[in-house]
T-cell receptor
């Protein structure tokens, strides 16, 4: 079936380095993508989103890149800080069956560990 | 503006009991989604509701599980006759329109 998956389950970086978290998706009908950060014992926290008519979007210290040709999504975190340590999930939305909404399909997650 | 609220945060039930999980969406949000998360896994969609209507329940088991979002009050996810396999974190998300979803802190259900 359709799925969203991540290339790297864990990522360890030094404080101050840049981090790149990758995500592959398989549903070409997906039109909207979101990155969430989840800290231990908490709910997912919205980081940044991007629509399929864009290939790049920047936020504060974060950039999301979308490559529709190879169905690949990445999250770049600049100057990674210890507080960025968490599990990061990508999620895709597919408009299903003509409905005007889309449920989110989540990947398994990447554990980011930032060492001081 | 308070975020999405869920209660209880932790719930312990014995096999065969009922579990009721509550979700109060953010103010002005009329779309509510429920997800289940097993340890070290991503979130799995269960059900999507708008006020008084179930829009999509394709991710929810046909038996023992039900959800509602009444005109007044929180959304309720109800699990009857719980089994150990129901142990998980249950997250609710809300949105003002069917797009970016904002999540609550979750309810951790433990079935003994």
């Amino acid at each position: 079936g359709e799925s969203v998956g991540l290339h790297l389950p864990t990522l360890s970086v030094q404080e101050g380095d840049n981090s790149i978290i990758n995500c592959a998706y398989s549903n070409s009908a997906s039109d909207y993508f979101i990155w969430y950060k989840q800290e231990s014992g908490k709910g997912p926290q919205f980081i940044i989103d991007i629509r399929s008519n864009m290939d790049k979007r920047q936020g504060q210290r974060v950039t999301v890149l979308l490559n529709k040709t190879v169905k690949h999504l990445s999250l770049q975190i600049a100057a990674t800080q210890p507080g960025d340590s968490a599990v990061y999930f990508c999620a895709e939305r597919s408009l299903a069956g003509g409905t005007s909404y889309g449920k989110l399909t989540f990947g398994q997650g990447t554990i980011l560990t930032v060492h001081p | 503006n308070a975020g999405v609220m869920q209660n209880p945060r932790h719930l312990v039930r014995r096999r065969g009991q009922e579990a009721r999980l509550r979700c109060s969406p953010m103010k002005g949000h009329s779309h509510v989604y429920w997800y289940r998360q097993l340890p070290e896994e991503g979130l799995k969609f269960m059900v999507y509701l708008q006020k008084e209507n179930i829009i999509d329940e394709s991710g929810m088991p046909k038996e023992r599980f039900s959800a509602e979002f009444p005109k007044e009050g929180p959304s309720i996810l109800r699990i009857q006759q719980v089994v150990r396999g129901d142990s998980a974190a249950y997250f609710c998300a809300s949105s003002p329109f069917p797009e970016t979803q904002y999540f609550g802190p979750g309810t951790r259900l433990l079935v003994l």
